[in-house]
């Protein structure tokens, strides 16, 4: 599908909605509408659009790369030296009077915000509900690119794997596989995480000089972008002799992956998915261990809709790509977290990463 078309989905689903008028300024909503990837900075940037037409408002100098794709709607530019506020007035000028409310992008700065709110009324919305139904349908094009993604975020895993090794810190083995990454294409660096020992129980932690030892494990998580679209995996590997409850909690996360994949089918919830994998966890009695949600949707952005989480009831559709990576996290112990990419369709779930595997354990 191209820009166009997808800028035309849009203004059509506000029109359904009643909405007037809607503020564009996300880089990664830009680079799906327009297929222009924005320089995140302070300068204004936005789309601004009615049901009828639309206006980019963007530094002077980003005009020309702007407009060398001629579908685009007419760009204007603004000088440093004067500021925004001309164009922000002939921008609506140009758009006319809106007939409805206005939706605002969830990630317009709020110095954007303020630059813009005198033509936006008092009690503007956000543009998921115009947005979000978009994002989720993935078309062909769209999943072969998250699966192209997919495969080398899978061959990083595999790096990871091979050559964690104890004396080794997290940092110096994330750089390994960020330079993999790189070699092969990546366009962004956004979490290659390399977690060893008791740091995985903390989700998130970042890559540090903790040093790798022998008899713990070593978790990897690494979620970047390749030709517009991101994929997201994880996975572990032990080095030396695996205690016995580590391996059973391993293999009871692997089963809870397993359902959450299952569970991903056209119609089901995200509350389905979720409830398919903390399920299984919660019923082996290390529910307070399951950690974060069970997953996300992803796409042009590291997190779309939907949240894979208990309770939300939106449905999936064939297109629809989510992570399912359920987890235990044992606080000063271990983390233990199995994810992959998987697209829902028509014939059931498919995973796009190689994130699901019997446990790697290697002697050391």
């Not at 166009?4 to 009643?18: F, V």
């Not at 919830?269 to 069970?294: H, K, N, Q, W």
């Not at 809709?305 to 309770?311: A, D, E, I, L, T």
Request: hydrophobic share 45%.
């Amino acid at each position: 599908m191209s820009g166009g078309e997808r800028l035309g989905r849009l203004q059509a689903a506000m029109k359904d909605r009643g909405a007037g008028i809607c503020a564009i300024a996300g880089a990664a909503n830009l680079r799906y509408l327009l297929g222009y990837d924005s320089m995140a900075i302070e300068r204004l940037t936005v789309l601004i659009a009615t049901p009828e037409r639309a206006v980019m408002i963007l530094p002077d100098f980003d005009v020309a790369e702007f407009e060398a794709e001629s579908w685009r709607p007419r760009a204007l530019g603004w000088p440093d030296r004067d500021g925004p506020a001309d164009a922000v007035v002939e921008a609506f000028r140009l758009l006319g009077d809106p007939s409805g409310p206005a939706l605002v992008d969830d990630e317009l700065p709020f110095r954007f915000y303020v630059q813009l709110r005198d033509h936006l009324g008092e009690t503007p919305d956000l543009t998921d509900e115009v947005l979000a139904p978009l994002l989720l349908r993935k078309d062909a094009e769209e999943i072969e690119r998250i699966g192209r993604t997919a495969e080398l975020i899978s061959a990083g895993i595999d790096l990871g794997l091979a050559e964690a090794a104890p004396g080794m810190t997290e940092l110096q083995l994330q750089r390994r596989i960020e330079a993999f990454l790189a070699d092969g294409g990546s366009e962004s660096l956004d979490f290659v995480l390399v977690q060893a020992g008791a740091n995985a129980a903390s989700p998130h932690h970042q890559s540090d000089g903790t040093p790798i030892r022998a008899n713990e494990s070593v978790l990897f998580d690494i979620e970047v972008r390749l030709d517009g679209y991101y994929a997201d995996i994880a996975q572990q590997v032990f080095l030396g002799a695996v205690p016995d409850e580590y391996r059973r909690h391993y293999d009871l996360v692997a089963a809870a992956q397993e359902a959450g994949v299952r569970a991903a089918v056209v119609g089901a919830t995200a509350d389905e998915v979720a409830a398919a994998s903390f399920g299984l966890i919660e019923d082996a009695g290390l529910g307070a261990f399951f950690g974060p949600r069970t997953g996300h949707g992803l796409g042009v952005s590291v997190h779309e809709p939907p949240s894979v989480v208990v309770g939300n009831q939106m449905e999936l559709v064939a297109g629809t790509v989510i992570t399912v990576e359920p987890g235990i996290y044992v606080p000063g112990r271990w983390g233990i977290r199995i994810e992959d990419t998987v697209v829902v369709t028509d014939d059931g779930p498919r995973r796009l990463t190689r994130g699901a595997r019997p446990l790697a354990v290697r002697a050391v």
